[in-house]
Structures are given as C-alpha cells and as structure tokens.
C-alpha cells in the first residue's frame, strides 16, 4: 500500500509512514479508478435557448415601443385636427421655429436628406407666415 499523505509505500502491517511519520489507515488501492463524471441532469439551458430568448424579448419590445408611438402620433394628431385652420397654422409656424433652432448649430452636411427637406420648407414658411407652404 501507498502512504495517503506522501504516496511513499508502506507495508500494509505499518501504522505509520516511514518517510513522513503519518500515521496509516489500513490499506490504500494501488491504482485508483479513474471516475467519469456523469451527465448533469435537470434543467439546463444551453447558450442558444438564451440568445432566443432575448432575441424574442427583444423582438416583443420594439413592437410595445412602435404601438405606444403610434398611439401617441394618433393622440397628437386628433388634437391638431381639433384646432382651428388658423391655430393650426400657428402651430405649424411655432414648429418651424423650434425645428430650426434645434438645427441651428448642425451644418448643412450634419443634416439628414429629409431634415435639409424640412428645413428649407420652414425657413420659407417663416419668410412668408401668410402663404401655405406645406402640403
């Protein structure tokens, strides 16, 4: 047998290693069996069933965004319409503004093709407040 604390061999009569004094305790195999771990078992889920997973999340919270923003645009909309033809152009002037002034510090490359669009389409709307520029 094998000594348990130092692997030294120990005669199986021996009650202490000879080469670390560690006291035995009864005969030790010479080859120990190798042991295959086995197979988790229960409830495990791979990489791919996450990465689905938030996929699908994902996916569901982009709709509940586009829906909330839709209703929103039909709110704001319904509110617009309740106006009258004349505040109404009044608020179509006070848009103008606040979109150029958000654009104000852009430069014309910054802007995107539709910003430029609207852009132009403003600054002659607030040039000429009486004429009806947008369609």
């Known amino acids: 047998m094998f000594c348990r604390n130092c692997g030294a061999k120990v005669a199986d009569t021996d009650l202490f290693c000879q080469t670390c004094g560690r006291e035995t305790f009864g005969p ?3 080859h120990r069996p190798h042991h ?8 495990k889920k791979g990489i791919g069933t996450i ?3 938030i996929v699908v999340g994902g996916i569901a919270l ?3 965004l586009a829906g909330i923003g839709s209703i929103m645009q039909d709110h704001e909309r319904a509110e617009f319409d309740k106006l009258t033809p004349e505040q109404q152009h009044t608020e179509t002037l006070k848009n ?3 979109l150029l002034r958000s654009w104000e510090f852009k430069t014309y490359s910054e802007l995107s093709v539709t910003e430029r669009r609207m852009k132009a ?3 002659q709307q607030l040039a000429r407040p009486d004429a009806q520029v947008f369609r």
């Open 62 to 64: 982009l709709i509940l």
């Open 121 to 123: 389409a403003c600054t």
């Open 28 to 30: 030790t195999p010479t």
């Open 96 to 98: 103008c503004a606040d």
């Open 51 to 53: 990465i689905l997973m």
């Open 36 to 43: 295959q771990s086995e197979p988790r078992k229960g409830n």
